[in-house]
């Protein structure tokens, strides 16, 4: 399996892998486009956040924090610590968070090759618990 | 893409074919209840599910235990309700299987597929097989006693207690405090069952055995339970844990485990955390499945007991992996920010005159 794929089908099937509520921490009303360069990666439970250079139209440089999926979920999908490596540039698309500050909950990520992968980490797509 | 799509249906067929080669949970085979009086009795053995079981020898460990160890999933039974749907009104359990069984499966998927479809956040088609494997489903709904599949009626003491609950409630928001969040946001607990009820992804469990124990780990949240084969008395009724005391023993080739002293806020479904009584019985019933089932006793909740069962499956190729739930939890605390964010924007809202808006 390549690395491409795996993140394909990883990244395809984020959303719904939610430890969180999205409603309680982001806006679906809040729709954001980031492009910017990966500063690092955290690789932790419950969920892995991606840190990024984002440049605003005034030239100013905001690192933003977005939310991806569980790390057991990425390890599963063939996701390794350099699947997203520190300077690769990347357009995200997501949801603010709804206390305004620079953090989002990722819908897909489009890599430098204008592929577009599936990130979103807190879908309302989880059944409910038994 | 197309072979991908035909290969995961021949996985599919073949699976669905073989999930009716071995046991199936069959209403009645586990404890019941008599004449009104609670009759959980951890002595009651599990009759043979299927003709085919009962040919198939279990493994044995070195000591001689029946042996049920292994890495274990329940992901195929992710959108399996846990009481009989109505569409299935006056239907046994185990008389929905084969065609109909895999048709209410893809239906399933479908459903959830189309329930999310344009939602911006939710997972592509292929998920729902992929990672859950719904289609795999091997039962159409989870309550096998009472016969009807449905959870008994709550008693007044549980109806009192809930709206004690209620009324401690009031006039506290959904993210006053982190206490107001759920023990699973909060990466305490699922509980028990929850920890091995079927979930949204870490659906793997492990299973060891050594003489005279038997543990289980679940990977989602992380809980690891060390069950005692002794015999020995449970704990002082003082002492009570969100995983609840547990005790083994053997019954022929039926590991049962009497589980007591829940705490309160984990007790399953509500119940009495000192009254709740689970017992649990696992039987290997085929090389690569567990049959598991849980009775839940609590005669301060339930007017009777009550029994649920799904077959957990041995897959190799999902070991328990490490969630340490807590190590960076921001999602609590982001939860906290955003409930802040829009009490300020409603007290804003309310200043200027319009309508405070959630």
Redesign the interface.
């Known amino acids: 399996m390549t690395l491409r794929i795996a993140i394909a089908m990883f990244l395809a099937t984020a959303a719904a892998w939610a430890h969180h509520s999205f409603a309680a921490e982001f806006d679906a009303n809040k729709h954001v486009t980031l492009r910017g360069r990966v500063t690092s990666v955290e690789w932790i439970n419950p969920h892995v956040w991606i840190h990024m250079d984002v440049k605003g139209p005034d030239g100013t440089v905001v690192n933003w924090m977005v939310e991806g999926g569980p790390p057991n979920a990425l390890l599963r999908m063939g996701w390794t610590k350099n699947s997203l490596p520190e300077g690769l540039e990347i357009v995200v698309d997501g949801y603010q968070a709804k206390d305004g500050a620079e953090r989002a909950n990722g819908k897909d990520i489009t890599f430098p090759d204008g592929k577009k992968l599936f990130v979103g980490s807190s879908g309302p797509g989880a059944p409910p618990e038994k | 893409m197309k072979s991908r799509l035909f290969r995961s249906f021949l996985v599919t067929a073949v699976v669905i074919g073989a999930a009716l080669l071995v046991a199936l949970p069959v209403p009645g085979q586990n404890a019941a209840s008599t004449a009104g009086k609670p009759a959980v009795s951890p002595a009651t053995a599990p009759a043979p599910a299927s003709a085919t079981a009962k040919k198939w020898t279990p493994p044995r460990t070195s000591w001689g235990d029946p042996d049920i160890q292994g890495w274990f999933s329940n992901r195929t039974e ?2 399996t309700p ?1 009481e009989r749907p109505a569409q299935f009104e006056g239907r046994r359990l185990e008389d929905v299987k084969g065609e109909e069984l895999a048709a209410i499966k893809r239906q399933a998927q479908e459903r ?1 597929v189309n ?2 479809k344009n ?6 088609e ?2 729902w097989q ?2 859950l494997k719904i289609v795999d489903g091997q039962q159409a709904w ?1 309550v096998v006693d009472p016969q009807d599949g449905k959870i008994p009626a709550t008693t007044p003491a549980a109806r009192e207690r809930a709206a004690a609950r209620a009324a401690a409630r009031r006039g506290h928001g ?2 006053d405090s982190w206490e107001d969040r759920s023990l ?2 909060r ?1 305490i607990t ?1 509980g028990l069952p ?1 920890s091995m ?6 659906n793997s469990y492990q299973i060891v055995q050594a003489p005279g124990y038997v543990v289980i780990r679940y ?1 989602m949240i992380h809980e690891t339970r060390v069950i005692p084969l002794d015999r020995s008395s449970h704990v002082a009724p003082e002492i009570r844990s969100y995983m609840g005391d547990p005790r083994g023993h053997w019954e022929g080739d039926t590991l049962v485990v009497d589980t007591t002293n829940f705490r309160d806020e984990s007790a399953y479904r509500n119940a009495n955390g000192a009254t709740l009584r689970l017992i649990e019985r696992f039987r290997r019933v085929a090389a690569d499945k567990v049959l598991w089932s849980v009775t839940v006793d609590d005669p301060e909740t339930w007017v009777k007991p009550w029994t649920f069962a799904m077959n957990l499956t041995i897959d190799d190729t ?1 070991p328990v ?12 605390r ?2 906290l ?6 009490e300020k924007k409603a007290a804003e809202a309310a200043q200027k005159g319009a309508p405070a808006q959630k």
């Open positions: 992710d959108a846990l959830t329930q999310f939602d911006p956040l939710s997972a592509p292929h998920w992929d990672a989870l959904p993210a699973y946001d990466c699922r929850g009820m079927p979930a949204i992804y870490g990977e999902q992996l490490e969630y340490s739930c807590h190590e960076g939890n921001y999602g609590l982001n939860i920010s955003a409930a802040r964010a829009e």
